[in-house]
């Protein structure tokens, strides 16, 4: 059998790390398999298994769960003890990353490797590109660091920005000055402020312009300084949206630009800013560059599932180093390329569907409705002049 020890941090570390009625510490033990023993004499855990490999894991996991508790200050919620333990059972490095510090004595923290490496992206980088699916907290943490640079001084302002392009439906002309007009499309936006500032300091800041939430049409001829800006929806750009963008960062700025390259409204034919971001700017070294995966998904367990099954349907999409790679008749390499793969296929099945249409109707013209008689000599015509 064997066995290891880690070192106790305190008995109220050791208290969070075990959970209510040792309801984390009981998950832990079922799932490796292991025994563990508290040494309170000698400030220790003492970690028994039949496999040394998983007593190696729980080792490493419950130094982990007592560096959370010690630097956060806050319990560990089930959740993130169910996702560290299931990285930890899959062998791979325990996500962590220091949280971000909003209002209310709230802290977010990363909850998977993908968001760690994504959040210390977000701590170091001055433009940041982040792409995956949905439910993978692109926008989310980036609104927490922004919020966290507010609290601290780092920016003196923060300005949300998204394209207003509706998904696949027509709204119309919207009731209302420009701010009731572009509520809606901005929606998402507000959620992740509120959730981390309390009701009136937000409406505060939106007062007095220390969070400004406006649409990318409005973007161009302005520089932001001192500012911590976000692009949302970034996949509903166009080329020259996403440079006019770009252009408008100013001095001491951080710009992070967020989107789902398989979630695209553009309309056909339409070539993708946020696609061409991508590949155009990846060699310049300033400029960071991250991909997220459906192992990062966050929101309800369905919400992986349907990611998955929708990128069945759209060619077995894979997102890999900022690429979409598509498997359909051939492997495409870049972005670009499987974005204009497919536009290439769609324009040719409208092609086909316009010469269907046009055969339709040349078998139409020649052939006459049910019921008529054709007249075939002298004699029918003369029948039909009578």
């Known amino acids: 059998m064997e066995e290891l020890s880690t070192v106790v941090l305190n008995g109220r570390v050791l208290q969070t790390v075990f959970g209510a009625s040792d309801e984390h510490l009981r998950r832990i033990r079922k799932a490796l398999g292991v025994r563990v023993v508290v040494d309170a004499e000698k400030g220790k855990l003492i970690i028994r298994s039949d496999e040394p490999e998983n007593a190696r894991r729980a080792a490493r996991l419950l130094e982990q769960l007592q560096r959370w508790v010690d630097r956060d200050g806050s319990p560990l919620a089930p959740d993130d003890v169910q996702r560290a333990l299931d990285e930890v059972v899959r062998g791979e490095e325990i996500s962590d990353a220091a949280p971000f510090e909003v209002y209310g004595g709230r802290t977010i923290r990363a909850k998977t490797a993908g968001q760690a490496k994504y959040c210390r992206e977000l701590r170091t980088r001055e433009i940041l590109f982040c792409a995956g699916p949905a439910g993978t907290g692109k926008t989310y943490l980036a609104a927490a660091r922004a919020v966290e640079a507010l609290r601290a001084g780092e920016a003196r302002r923060i300005v949300l920005v998204r394209?207003?392009?509706?998904?696949?439906?027509?709204?119309?002309?919207?009731?209302?000055?420009?701010?009731?007009?572009?509520?809606?499309?901005?929606?998402?936006?507000?959620?992740?402020?509120?959730?981390?500032?309390?009701?009136?300091?937000?409406?505060?800041?939106?007062?007095?312009?220390?969070?400004?939430?406006?649409?990318?049409?409005?973007?161009?001829?302005?520089?932001?300084?001192?500012?911590?800006?976000?692009?949302?929806?970034?996949?509903?750009?166009?080329?020259?949206?996403?440079?006019?963008?770009?252009?408008?960062?100013?001095?001491?700025?951080?710009?992070?630009?967020?989107?789902?390259?398989?979630?695209?409204?553009?309309?056909?034919?339409?070539?993708?800013?946020?696609?061409?971001?991508?590949?155009?700017?990846?060699?310049?070294?300033?400029?960071?560059?991250?991909?997220?995966?459906?192992?990062?998904?966050?929101?309800?367990?369905?919400?992986?599932?349907?990611?998955?099954?929708?990128?069945?349907?759209?060619?077995?999409?894979?997102?890999?180093?900022?690429?979409?790679?598509?498997?359909?008749?051939?492997?495409?390499?870049?972005?670009?390329?499987?974005?204009?793969?497919?536009?290439?296929?769609?324009?040719?099945?409208?092609?086909?569907?316009?010469?269907?249409?046009?055969?339709?109707?040349?078998?139409?013209?020649?052939?006459p409705p049910a019921g008529y008689e054709t007249p075939m000599d002298g004699a029918s015509d003369e029948r039909r002049l009578d």
């Open 163 to 367: 394209p207003a392009v509706e998904a696949g439906e027509n709204l119309g002309f919207l009731p209302g000055d420009l701010a009731e007009k572009i509520n809606p499309y901005l929606r998402p936006l507000f959620d992740s402020l509120a959730d981390m500032t309390q009701s009136d300091l937000l409406r505060q800041f939106i007062e007095d312009s220390r969070v400004e939430i406006a649409p990318l049409a409005y973007m161009r001829g302005r520089t932001l300084n001192d500012a911590y800006i976000i692009l949302d929806e970034a996949q509903n750009t166009t080329v020259a949206q996403m440079k006019m963008f770009l252009t408008r960062m100013g001095i001491n700025s951080r710009v992070v630009v967020c989107g789902d390259a398989t979630q695209s409204d553009l309309s056909r034919g339409t070539r993708n800013g946020f696609v061409d971001a991508f590949v155009r700017l990846r060699d310049v070294s300033q400029i960071g560059f991250l991909t997220l995966g459906r192992g990062d998904v966050v929101r309800h367990p369905l919400v992986q599932r349907i990611v998955d099954a929708y990128e069945k349907d759209f060619g077995e999409n894979e997102y890999v180093d900022g690429r979409v790679h598509a498997r359909r008749r051939e492997r495409v390499e870049s972005v670009a390329d499987a974005f204009a793969e497919r536009d290439v296929q769609r324009n040719r099945e409208d092609l086909d569907e316009a010469g269907r249409a046009d055969d339709s109707v040349a078998v139409q013209k020649t052939n």
